[in-house]
């Protein structure tokens, strides 16, 4: 069974700050990982994604996120944070299908509050 | 064009009633997704077709019925639904559908319908 944990419900940034979130996955099986976004009242767009083909990966709106094997990690981080990065981010994970379809297993999410 | 949309956009129903939620898609998609997501919950997965067939029914009760007419077009019929079915009813799509392959396929999102059941 594969998992992701995001660590902190809330996190509180300002204006120009780094934003770090933090997700950890459980994979018996090589994973794909995925960071999308939700902003108020809307559905997820996708922020980036993990296949494997590069640790760092670069996606939209500035962000990054890097995959650690050795620990488990795909913590996404933007340099500077703007006043509408304020969301809901969500890290998922999935693996080779079973069945059809793109099965994800999301996280708990991570809500981002930005401060002027 | 990577949109998916949702209609409508808002429903409030009561538990008596019988209503459907429609979701589209125009990008050949040939997977297509049903999630429910409460408030400050995320998203979990309540059905996939794929290539316009039941692939996956994550033990959903009866009262939510989907069906796939053509492969642009995913309803979600609802009926006798209970309060606690109010949710944010989100329709996903991605490429590729087929059993055993790599699936990194990005699903894309409506907007979803906030349904209300009175």
């Known amino acids: 069974a594969q998992s992701v944990t995001q660590l902190g419900s809330h996190v509180s940034v300002s204006e120009g700050a780094l934003v770090l979130l933090r997700c950890n996955y459980s994979s018996s099986v090589p994973p794909y990982l995925f960071w999308y976004v939700q902003y108020p009242n809307q559905g997820l767009q996708l922020l980036l994604k993990y296949t494997s083909a590069a640790t760092l990966v670069k996606g939209i709106n500035g962000f990054e996120a890097e995959f650690k094997k050795s620990e488990t990690s795909f913590h996404l981080t933007k340099p500077s944070a703007h006043m509408s990065d304020a969301a809901e981010y969500f890290c998922?994970?999935?693996?080779?299908?079973?069945?059809?379809?793109?099965?994800?297993?999301f996280g708990g999410g991570t809500r981002v509050l930005v401060k002027p | 064009d990577t949109e998916v949309t949702q209609t409508p956009k808002h429903l409030v129903m009561g538990m008596t009633n019988k209503k459907s939620l429609k979701c589209e898609q125009h990008?050949?998609?040939?997977?297509m997704y049903w999630y429910k997501q409460k408030a400050k919950k995320p998203p979990e997965l309540m059905f996939v077709y794929s290539y316009e067939k039941l692939s996956i029914n994550e033990s959903v009760p009866s009262r939510f019925s989907p069906e796939c007419p053509n492969s642009s077009l995913l309803n979600l019929h609802l009926h006798a639904l209970q309060p606690e079915d109010s949710a944010l009813y989100l329709c996903?799509?991605?490429?590729?559908?087929?059993?055993?392959?790599?699936?990194?396929?990005?699903?894309?999102f409506g907007p979803g319908t906030r349904l209300t059941v009175l």
């Open positions: 998922a994970v999935s693996g080779r299908r079973r069945t059809a379809g793109n099965k994800l297993t």
């Open positions: 996903a799509s991605s490429q590729e559908g087929a059993a055993g392959g790599l699936s990194t396929d990005t699903q894309y």
């Open positions: 990008m050949g998609h040939r997977a």
